[in-house]
């Protein structure tokens, strides 16, 4: 590990001007390429306490050994020479867009004397025309095979074309009128071309003038009582119109345009682009890629923009890009697409109407390839094991945790505390040994306390069911009731983790050694910086953003915030619905909703005698007499108020809350996202 004073430049020797800079490591190999407005300036920002960088900027510093620089005139030369430095040098501490997969274009080659229409992957090649990319090839030959119909351009191989040039016959959609077959000189060369010339344009969205076209041809065929081929006509036509139809009009200004949109966490993101061409949905693609740099939104997109476009030229860069966040600065790269396009270049945020609504669903295209990706990863056996097994060497365990347990406190400014724990075993996650608590030792905030008392109760379970096992006695296991279903609290995990940093993790060892428990081993995780903690160290262990041990011990928090902020929403739910009919012994659902319907309101029910109440269906004089008692000892609510208006609104129907077991470490299942609203944790 190098420390970047060694290898700083001396003051006055970086000029204060645009350019490009690399860092090498002691192999002179390139690990870091970037551009700044001023070299000076950002260089001197890698150059200072190593505290104060960025995870991944500290990594990346201390794995160099040189940095070097070239000046440039503008920051548009600069992102030029970035993306070619980039492509060049593949730094390993650059963001790399990669393909999930090789996506298909349809493509023309129109650099050839018989265009040819077919599927190509791969490298894009110069005087082909390229549509898409297509989410399948099959789509692209659904697409062609009803589109030959109309505009039959070749689409056999050159082999194929040849061996029927020197027979003299066609090949079979030649026979059947889906090919010109200028092989067998059917059709001019000239003529040919201009047909693979109509067939680009209208796969390039000028569809309009086709279909006028054909139709005009169609009633003159009528007219002049040609039946037959005006029928051919009006098949072709309708070819065309359910060629179009495979690309809905999202856009109905017929607008060319790009719409990128991004899905991340800490660790990676997500990119998918739809192509709208003519108004329509023309292609769609996305990639994934490991957060390797410090990079906001905007660097991604920038990133993403590079990536799309750095070998495009023409019409291949569209009039419109529409982006989430746009890059700092954004005029650089708003001029460089200029350049590329050869034409004005528009790059912006979309607020409102169609192109809002299109992106939003661009976005959750980004989220499900995220989502999916993930759970490829996870479900990988050979991918979980390294992940235990990355854990166990970074935390000095003996062996890899196949039970891991992650404990998470949970609460809206000190109100409804409660706790979540979650079981990962093998690398999966195990919904049915979840666990939830609430915070009974104390009143108000205080996360290190309240995980303190969870790791306590939870583990005081563990060593009384070993206790009336005779487990201690005769090493038998234990583990099961006696129906044959699992202890609650029978399993212990090999690792503990905790969502936060040094305090809480202080706390739930406190909490194993005040039980004796010094088998189990204890763990962090920071979410500002992804950073493991360990009891008692100073300094945190920090995993590879690329670990598969810090991917899984990411899942496993995250997991464990979502189960306790999904348990404490519900439980504030109930208490905000609460009804003073919930303390009348034997009055079920049913009979609440019953009286509620009959009186209206909890005012009105209160106002009743003992004899209205009876003559509710279902409720006996004794019942009543509970339900009027129940209710004078409630103190009326508060009156609601409309925010919106001020206004003091009339008493609503009180709701019945949805079961939920209070009891600490009750199983239940997972349940709604783990969005956080206001102050809430």
Same mark, same amino acid.
């Given at each position: ?30 690990? !870091? ?6 070299? $000076? ?56 867009? %990669? ?10 080659? =129109? ?18 025309? !390229? ?54 000189? $059917? ?7 201009? #047909? ?21 041809? =169609? ?7 040609? !039946? ?9 036509? &309708? ?24 899905? /991340?966490? *800490? ?26 740099? @410090?990079?906001?939104?905007?660097? #991604?997109?920038?990133? @993403? ?16 890009? #529409?982006?989430? +966040? ?10 460089? #697409?200029? *350049?590329? $396009? ?17 992106? /939003? ?7 499900? +390839? ?16 390294? @992940?235990?097994? /990355? ?29 979540? =724990? ?12 979840? %666990? ?14 309240? =995980? ?18 005779? *487990?201690?006695?005769?090493? &038998? ?52 910086? *992804? ?13 590879? $953003?690329?670990?598969?041990?810090? !991917? ?53 029910l209160r106002s009743a005698t003992i004899d209205q109440i009876c003559e509710v269906p279902g409720i006996g004089r004794k019942t009543a007499e509970a339900i009027a008692v129940a209710l004078a000892q409630a103190a009326p609510a508060a009156?609601?108020?409309?925010? @919106? ?12 809350? &949805? ?23």
């Open positions: 590990m190098a420390d970047p004073s060694s290898y700083r430049p001396k003051p006055g020797q970086i000029p204060d001007s645009p350019g490009v800079y690399k860092f090498r490591d002691e192999h002179r190999r390139v690990i !870091y390429v970037g551009k700044a407005k001023s070299l $000076r300036q950002r260089l001197a920002s890698y150059f200072q306490d190593l505290a104060n960088l960025h995870p991944r900027t500290r990594t990346m510093v201390t794995t160099a050994a040189a940095v070097e620089w070239t000046v440039v005139s503008t920051e548009v030369e600069a992102l030029q020479l970035e993306y070619s430095w980039i492509k060049e040098y593949d730094p390993r501490f650059n963001v790399k867009y %990669r393909d999930d997969k090789s996506y298909p274009y349809l493509a023309v080659t =129109m650099n050839e004397q018989f265009p040819r229409v077919q599927v190509m992957r791969g490298q894009k090649k110069k005087g082909v025309r !390229y549509f898409g990319p297509y989410g399948h090839a099959w789509a692209i030959r659904d697409t062609v095979d009803l589109l030959l119909r109309v505009f039959p351009v070749r689409t056999c191989s050159a082999g194929v074309f040849k061996n029927a040039a020197r027979t003299g016959r066609p090949c079979l959609l030649g026979y059947i009128g889906k090919c010109s077959a200028p092989c067998v000189e $059917r059709i001019s060369a000239e003529d040919h071309r201009e #047909l693979a010339e109509e067939f680009s344009d209208f796969m390039a969205g000028r569809t309009g003038t086709y279909i006028r076209r054909l139709e005009r041809q =169609m009633t003159d065929a009528a007219e002049e009582m040609e !039946y037959e081929r005006a029928a051919r006509l009006r098949d072709d036509i &309708e070819a065309l119109k359910k060629a179009m139809e495979k690309s809905a009009v999202v856009l109905a200004d017929a607008t060319d345009a790009d719409l990128i949109a991004l899905a /991340e966490d *800490e660790l990676e993101a997500a990119v998918q682009i739809f192509h709208v061409r003519g108004g329509r949905v023309r292609g769609q693609r996305g990639w994934v890629t490991d957060k390797v740099e @410090a990079v906001t939104t905007g660097d #991604l997109v920038e990133h @993403a923009l590079q990536q799309l476009y750095g070998e495009e030229t023409g019409d291949s860069v569209p009039k419109e890009v #529409l982006v989430p +966040a746009l890059p700092d600065p954004v005029e650089p790269v708003q001029e460089w #697409l200029t *350049e590329r $396009r050869g034409s004005n270049v528009s790059l912006r945020i979309p607020q409102r109407g169609d192109k809002k609504s299109l992106m /939003e669903t661009v976005q959750r295209n980004a989220f499900q +390839a995220l989502g999916l990706h993930k759970t490829k990863r996870a479900s990988d056996l050979t991918t979980r094991s390294r @992940a235990l097994e /990355e854990i166990a060497e970074a935390l000095d365990l003996d062996s890899a945790p196949l039970r891991i347990e992650c404990y998470d406190i949970s609460h809206l400014q000190g109100d409804d505390v409660v706790a979540s =724990m979650v079981v990962f075993e093998d690398g999966l996650q195990r919904k049915g040994e979840y %666990r939830r608590f609430q915070i009974k030792g104390f009143e108000g905030q205080d996360d290190v306390r309240s =995980m303190h008392e969870v790791i306590t109760r939870r583990f005081k379970r563990y060593l009384a069911d070993k206790e009336k096992t005779g *487990e201690w006695a005769d090493g &038998e296991t234990g583990f099961t009731e006696e129906d044959g279903r699992p202890k609650r609290f029978a399993y212990p995990p090999q690792l503990v983790v905790v969502d936060g940093g040094q305090p809480q993790v202080a706390a739930a060892q406190k909490a194993l050694d005040e039980l004796g428990i010094d088998d189990i081993a204890v763990c962090g995780l920071a979410k500002r910086l *992804e950073e493991v903690w360990l009891p008692g160290d100073d300094d945190p262990v920090v995993l590879p $953003r690329t670990s598969e041990g810090l !991917y899984l011990l990411q899942r496993v928090r995250d997991e464990a915030h979502r189960f306790a902020i999904t348990y404490q929403r519900a439980k504030r739910a109930r208490r905000f619905k609460a009804s003073p009919l919930d303390d009348v012994p034997g009055l079920g659902e049913t009979r609440k909703q019953t009286l509620i319907k009959h009186f209206g309101s909890v005012k009105k009156p609601a108020v409309n925010t @919106a208006t001020g206004e003091i609104m009339e008493d609503v129907e009180d709701g019945v809350p &949805e079961t939920m077991e209070g009891s600490s470490g009750e199983p239940v299942s997972a349940g709604a996202s783990d969005d956080r609203r206001g102050q809430e944790r």
